[in-house]
Antibody, heavy 117, light 107 residues
Framework: QVQLVESGGGVVQPGRSLRLSCAAS????????MHWVRQAPGKGLEWVAV????????YYEDSVKGRFTISRDNSKNTLYLQMNSLGVEDTAVYYC??????????WGQGTLVTVSS | AIQLTQSPSSLSASVGDRVTITCRAS??????LAWYQQTPGKAPQLLIY???SLENGVPSRFSGSGSGTDFTLTISSLKPEDFATYYC?????????FGGGTKVEIK
């Protein structure tokens, strides 16, 4: 069965960096675009970024452009999100999700990132 | 970016009620809309894609309709496990965007 397992969350000071990982199994990872979606405490869902199947095409939400980088290693079935210059507004649970062209069909359980001094 | 406005933001309903949630897009998105259900502490789950197609395994009491700018998610007869928050998401253009959510609570 499809499994997505995020890791790498934690408490980080403002201005610092963090890298999230998402380990995928149960499907052909290299056949799917992959997304990151976040949810601040008590708030709604916010789409963050997507990478195409081969990693050559990437899109970002405006507030993270230039600070976050999505990437993937198809040989390791792993998705990444490098987050730099973190601010308190980036505090959220971060989910990875498997994309189809018209939906996000599978989601991980999420990893919590807390930006605090 | 395309904005999605959901209404209402919350509603109270009873088991067995018919519930309708709307999602309005700031510009036409054809049928490029998905609906998700999220219960507290859990990841969202896909219910509907392409505005009206039911995801495998989702009960038939859930249905979606609409195209262009106006969309609807309907639960025909509310069950206890349906008390949750529902989100729409557009897939027409990047950046992808979500609606603000509709929380369905027990009356």
């Amino acid at each position: 069965q499809v499994q997505l397992v995020e890791s790498g969350g934690g408490v980080v000071q403002p201005g610092r960096s963090l890298r999230l990982s998402c380990a995928a199994s149960g499907f052909t990872f290299s056949s799917h675009g992959m997304h990151w979606v976040r949810q601040a405490p008590g708030k709604g869902l916010e789409w963050v970024a997507v990478t195409s199947k081969d990693g050559n095409n990437k899109y970002y939400e405006d507030s993270v452009k230039g600070r976050f980088t999505i990437s993937r290693d198809n040989s390791k079935n792993t998705l990444y999100l490098q987050m730099n210059s973190l601010g308190v507004e980036d505090t959220a649970v971060y989910y990875c999700a498997r994309g189809n062209w018209n939906s996000l069909g599978y989601w991980g359980q999420g990893t919590l990132v807390t930006v605090s001094s | 970016a395309i904005q999605l406005t959901q209404s209402p933001s919350s509603l109270s309903a009873s088991v067995g009620d018919r519930v309708t949630i709307t999602c309005r897009a700031s510009q036409g998105i054809s049928s490029a809309l998905a609906w998700y259900q999220q219960t507290p502490g859990k990841a969202p789950q896909l219910l509907i894609y392409d505005a009206s197609s039911l995801e495998n395994g989702v009960p038939s009491r859930f249905s979606g309709s609409g195209s262009g700018t106006d969309f609807t998610l309907t639960i025909s007869s509310l069950k206890p496990e349906d008390f949750a928050t529902y989100y729409c998401q557009q897939f027409k253009n990047y950046p992808l965007t979500f609606g603000g959510g509709t929380k369905v609570e027990i009356k």
